[in-house]
């Protein structure tokens, strides 16, 4: 059982029914699934939410699209925290308690990817898909890998052979039949598309099915259950292909539509690196699309995405939502992340550092205030990059020189 009721380009608004598998539109633009927003405002409830035992994101299983319980492939999925920054707080010029991290390291394979990919390997499940194809900068891949081979599935996955090292040997070792492509994510994505006729793998990259979002959507949904139902003022979101706050702002809608929040929608903020910002250039442009950012190049490889096919969605998030999109230099990226990591024992991940960065930016431009709630979506647990090297060092043969600690 579910609440869908077809799904609809989101570009023209065409109808194309449930139940059958799709990939992108006739318009080459991502698919919206549908629901019946009516009868699920009747038939759901807040109080029967609460009561729910089901694990992480499958609390959420009435506003997703799987509609058979054991088609939901599962590695253990958690509701992840939100974490007040406090002592650090002041790096960013804010006031302790008003900047909320909402940590997604904690999902398997440590990123939020676990989301979009569960949903959509599960629908593919569904569908009776048997190989999987993504082109990936590391965690989409390993999440596909991971749900992939739990529902016993062939998977592929194609990655810029810079990627770090550390995300392409977890591919790999969780079953993905991994491979470097030298060039691009999409150089990558190019090859999974041309290989769909000659293989006969489905490709699941970003926004060219339309599952990812609604996993993604699930952020959304938990962010607002877990606020008790009141939205922050703005989320500072690291935007790669952009299928989180894609998929967040469609969670907001759907709730508002059944009546489940209102008052005024959090600001959504994209954030991405001033080496590959092609969301922040269209935005300033006052363009819907981003077109292809060259020689792009970041630390925080997850949102190193040079162009992205949802890139009108994005914007038109943004600018509904009263937001903006801003972009950051990777050397204030890192000093961020050591600086939280040092005082607040939270390790973040680049993209997540990212945000912080945008946060002190945004504050410090007037685009925010610092009475406002933010939240700052930290994607992936900081242990999957490279961390600064140690130097202390003791020699158990000399005396030790206890002043120094
Ligand atoms: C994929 C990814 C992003 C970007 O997410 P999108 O929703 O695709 O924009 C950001 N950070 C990390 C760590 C990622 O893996």
């Known amino acids: 059982m579910n609440f869908v009721t077809h799904l609809e380009c989101s570009l023209t608004g065409k109808i194309y029914p449930a139940g059958q598998v799709h990939g992108l539109s006739e318009a080459g633009r991502p698919l919206l699934v549908r629901y019946d927003l009516d009868a699920m405002k009747e038939k759901l409830s807040k109080s029967a939410l609460a009561q729910s035992t089901a694990p992480g994101f499958w609390r959420y299983a009435d506003f997703l699209p799987v509609a058979e319980p054991e088609n939901r492939v599962s590695l253990g999925e958690v509701m992840t925290p939100i974490i007040p920054l406090e002592q650090s707080a002041h790096h960013l010029g804010a006031k302790p308690g008003n900047v909320l991290v909402k940590d997604e ?37 390993a999440a596909m890998a991971a749900y992939a081979g739990r529902a016993g599935m062939k998977s592929t996955v194609l990655c810029p052979s810079d990627t770090p090292d550390i995300n392409i040997r977890e591919i790999q070792s969780q079953g993905g039949d991994t491979y470097m492509v030298n060039g691009l994510i999409n150089d990558c994505g190019k090859i999974v598309g041309q ?28 962010l607002a259950e877990q606020l008790g139902w009141e939205l922050p003022d703005v989320i500072f979101y690291p935007t790669g292909g952009g299928t989180g706050l894609i998929g967040m702002w469609k969670a907001f809608a759907e709730l508002k539509e059944m009546g489940w929040i209102d008052g005024p929608m959090p600001k959504m903020v994209a954030v991405q690196a001033t080496g590959c910002a092609p969301i922040v250039k269209a935005w300033e442009d006052g363009e819907e699309h981003a077109p292809l950012w060259e020689d792009a190049h970041t630390v925080a490889a997850g949102i190193r995405v040079p162009i992205a096919v949802g890139d009108f969605l994005i914007i038109r998030a943004v600018r509904e939502s009263g937001g903006f999109a801003i972009a950051v230099p990777d050397d204030e990226i890192m000093a961020m992340r050591d600086a939280v990591a040092a005082d607040e024992g939270l390790l973040l991940c680049p993209e997540g550092a990212a945000t912080a960065v945008a946060y002190k930016h945004a504050l410090a431009a007037g685009q925010i205030k610092d009475t406002d709630r933010a939240v700052l979506w930290n994607c992936a647990t900081g242990l999957k990059y490279p961390l600064p090297e140690v130097t202390g060092r003791l020699d158990k043969n000399q005396e030790i020189d206890y002043s120094q600690f």
Do not use: Q
């Open 105 to 141: 390291g904690r999902l398997p394979t440590g990123s939020f990817k676990a989301r979009g990919l569960c949903l959509a390997v599960s629908m593919a499940k569904e569908f009776g898909i048997e190989h999987l194809a993504i082109p990936t900068n590391g965690n989409a891949g």
């Open 195 to 222: 290989g769909k006729e000659a293989v006969g793998w489905f490709d699941i990259s970003t926004l060219k099915e339309p599952y990812r979002i609604e996993g993604k959507k699930t952020m959304g949904l938990e």
